[in-house]
C-alpha cells in the first residue's frame, strides 16, 4: 500500500467531496479515512488515501488534483503520507 | 494514523512560515580529474560534473512536488581546486579557465551555485593556492555562479596571516572588479577559520579531501517556522521558551533528513549530512533577527542579544540532532545581514553595529556575513576585520567566516542592491583607525594552546 495525504482547503461549498471523490475513484485510488472539520472559518477536509493502484504518474495526479481545486474554487494538496509521519510521529 | 490537525500544522507551515529545504548540495570529488594538462583538466572536470550532477534538479523538482515541500537551491560543491589545479596552472589566469568550465557546467546541469573554487591555506600557501586566491575577483568577475572559499586559519594550526593579508587585498580587488555591480562579487567570495568539509551552503560550500567520490548534504532552514512557534509563548519562562524552539526545530530537521534520504536513494548517491542551520531570506517573516525580536529584544543588538542568540542556537541544534542521523556542516543560526529583512532594519536605525555583530559571531554559526562596508574601506582593514573574526573561531575551536562587501563608490547611509536571495544592505560603518603595522608582518599567528581557559 503506497499511502497519501489529500487536503481540501477552502471555502465551503456544493459538491467539493463528490468532486473530490469522483476524480479518486476515475483515478483507482481508494480512500482510507475522511476527516473533516473548519478551521478558522474555512473548509478543511483531510482524506488518507491508497494511491498504489493509480495507472497515471504520481506527480501527474498531483497537478491534476490542483487543477480540480482550482476549478471547485478551493486548495487540494496531494502529499505522500512520509512528510507528516516523519514530522509528527517519532 | 495521522490527524486532520498535524496535517495542518505542517501545511501552515509550507505555506505561510516559509518552511522549506534550503538546499540540496552534491557534492563531487575532482580529484581524478587532475591532469597536467590544461585543456584535459577542464574536459575531464566539465564531463564528471554533467555525468555525476545530471539528474540532481529534476530529481529535486519531484521530491518537492510529491511531498509538496519547496527545496529553494540545488547546488554543487567540489573539492577546492587550488588541489585539483595544482599540476596544470602554473599562472592566475590558468585558474580562471577552470572558473569558466566550472561556471558552465553548472549552467548545463542546471545549479543555481558551484562551490569549491578554493583554497586551504590555514598553515601556509602552495604556490598553486597562491595562485588561485590571485585568480579570485577575475574568476568571480567573469562568471555568474561560482562561489569562492579560503580557509586561511584553524585551531590546531593557528592563523596564517600572509594568508589574511592577501585575502584583504582580493576582497578589495573583487569588489573593484564588479564594481558596476554593487560589488557582487564579494558576495560569493568567504574567508573561514575551521572551514568544515561537508558544508552544504554558499558561499562557502566545498568538498573537503575527507568526503566520499559523492555525496548529498542537505540544508535545512525555517526561522518563520521558529518565529510563529514562539509567539505563543510570549511572556513564558526560558524553560518553555525553549522546549518551544527545540520541538521546532525537530520538526523541520525532520523534513530535512527525508529530503535528503529520498535525495541520496533515488540518484544513488550517498547522504552526507544535515546541516542544521536557521538560515534566513529577506522575505518578510523569514528572518532569525525576527526571532530575537520576539524573544524579547526591541531592536536586534541591543543589549541581551548575544545571549538571546546563544541560546537560540543552542536549542536549535538540541532539538535538530535527534531529528537527523548525521548532522555537520554549520549547523546553527545564520546572520547575514543583507538575506535578512530584521537585520537591515536594525542596520538602518543604527541598533546594529560591526562590532555588536562580531561579538554574535563568538555565540553562533558562522561570522560577519553579507555585510556592506564604504568602498573607501583600506585592504588592511578589511584584512584587520578578517584576523578578529578568525581568532575568535581559532580560540571558540568553532568555524568563522568573513564574507564583506565593500561597496565601490558608496558609502555610509547608501544601500547596496545584490538581488534576489541576497538582498541588499545598508553600508555600515568601519572603525576608521588603522592597523597597517599589524598586517604587514609576515608569517602567522600560532595555534592557541589548549588548556588554562579563562
Given at each position: 500500500m503506497k499511502r497519501?495525504?489529500?487536503?481540501v482547503l477552502g471555502k465551503d461549498t456544493v459538491g467539493i467531496i463528490a468532486r473530490v471523490c469522483t476524480y479518486l475513484a476515475d483515478n483507482k485510488i481508494n480512500i482510507l479515512d475522511i476527516s473533516q472539520t473548519i478551521i478558522q472559518g474555512y473548509f478543511n477536509m483531510m482524506m488518507i488515501v491508497d494511491v498504489s493502484a493509480i495507472e497515471k504518474d504520481f506527480?501527474?495526479?498531483c497537478d491534476e488534483m490542483v487543477v480540480l481545486g482550482e476549478?471547485?474554487?478551493?486548495?487540494i494538496h496531494c502529499q505522500r503520507e512520509e512528510i507528516f509521519e516523519k514530522m509528527h510521529r517519532l | 494514523m495521522i490527524n486532520i490537525y498535524e496535517v495542518s500544522e505542517t501545511n501552515q507551515m509550507i505555506e505561510h512560515e516559509n518552511l522549506d529545504v534550503r538546499t540540496i548540495t552534491l557534492g563531487i570529488s575532482l580529484l581524478d580529474c587532475v591532469d597536467s594538462n590544461l585543456d584535459e583538466l577542464n574536459r575531464k572536470i566539465y564531463e564528471k560534473i554533467t555525468t555525476v550532477a545530471k539528474n540532481l534538479v529534476s530529481t529535486g523538482q519531484d521530491i518537492e512536488k510529491e511531498f509538496g515541500i519547496p527545496i529553494v537551491n540545488k547546488r554543487i560543491s567540489v573539492t577546492p581546486i587550488a588541489l585539483v589545479g595544482a599540476s596544470a596552472c602554473k599562472k592566475p589566469e590558468d585558474y580562471v579557465t577552470i572558473a569558466r568550465t566550472l561556471d558552465k557546467a553548472a549552467k548545463e546541469v542546471g545549479v543555481n551555485f558551484i562551490g569549491g573554487y578554493s583554497a586551504l591555506v590555514s598553515k601556509s600557501m602552495t604556490t598553486s593556492d597562491e595562485n588561485l586566491i590571485r585568480s579570485i575577483p577575475q574568476a568571480l568577475a567573469e562568471t555568474e555562479r561560482i562561489c569562492s572559499s579560503v580557509n586561511v586559519g584553524s585551531t590546531r594550526t593557528g592563523i596564517n596571516m600572509d594568508a589574511v593579508r592577501l585575502c584583504g587585498e582580493i576582497v578589495k580587488a573583487t569588489a573593484e572588479a564588479t564594481a558596476d555591480k554593487d560589488s557582487l562579487g564579494c558576495a560569493k567570495l568567504v574567508v573561514f577559520c575551521n572551514a568544515p568539509d561537508d558544508n552544504p551552503f554558499m558561499a562557502g560550500a566545498f568538498l573537503g579531501v575527507t568526503e566520499a567520490d559523492a555525496v548529498i548534504n542537505v540544508g535545512v532552514s525555517g526561522p518563520g517556522v521558529v518565529k510563529k512557534a514562539l509567539e505563543q509563548v510570549r511572556g513564558k519562562g526560558f524553560e518553555e521558551l525553549c522546549e518551544t524552539i527545540k520541538k521546532t526545530a525537530f520538526k523541520v530537521t525532520r523534513v530535512g533528513q527525508l529530503v535528503a534520504g529520498e535525495a541520496s536513494k533515488r540518484l544513488?548517491?550517498?547522504f552526507g549530512i544535515i546541516d542544521l542551520s536557521l538560515a534566513p531570506t529577506p522575505a518578510v517573516g523569514d528572518s532569525v533577527a525576527e526571532i530575537l525580536e520576539e524573544i524579547g529584544l526591541e531592536r536586534v543588538g541591543a543589549p541581551g542579544t548575544t545571549a538571546a542568540l546563544a541560546m537560540l542556537n543552542d536549542q536549535v541544534k538540541k532539538g535538530g540532532v535527534m531529528a537527523s542521523s548525521y548532522v555537520g556542516g554549520l549547523s546553527g543560526a545564520f546572520i547575514p545581514v543583507s538575506e535578512d529583512q530584521g537585520m537591515i532594519d536594525a542596520v538602518t536605525v543604527g541598533s546594529l553595529s560591526l562590532e555588536k555583530l562580531e561579538a554574535m559571531t563568538c555565540v553562533c554559526s558562522v561570522g560577519l556575513d553579507m555585510i556592506a562596508i564604504p568602498g573607501k574601506t583600506s585592504a588592511s582593514t578589511i584584512s584587520g576585520i578578517i584576523a578578529d573574526e578568525m581568532a575568535i573561531g581559532m580560540v571558540n575551536q568553532k568555524t568563522t567566516a568573513v564574507r564583506l562587501?565593500?561597496?565601490i563608490g558608496k558609502d555610509v547611509g547608501e544601500t547596496a542592491e545584490f538581488g534576489g536571495?541576497?538582498?541588499?544592505?545598508?553600508?555600515?560603518?568601519?572603525?576608521e583607525f588603522g592597523c597597517e603595522a599589524f598586517i604587514s608582518r609576515q608569517g602567522r599567528i600560532p595555534a592557541p594552546i589548549h588548556s588554562f581557559k579563562n
Open positions: 497519501c495525504i489529500v487536503t506527480k501527474v495526479i476549478e471547485i474554487g478551493v486548495k | 544513488g548517491i550517498p562587501i565593500p561597496v536571495l541576497l538582498g541588499y544592505a545598508p553600508i555600515i560603518p568601519v572603525n
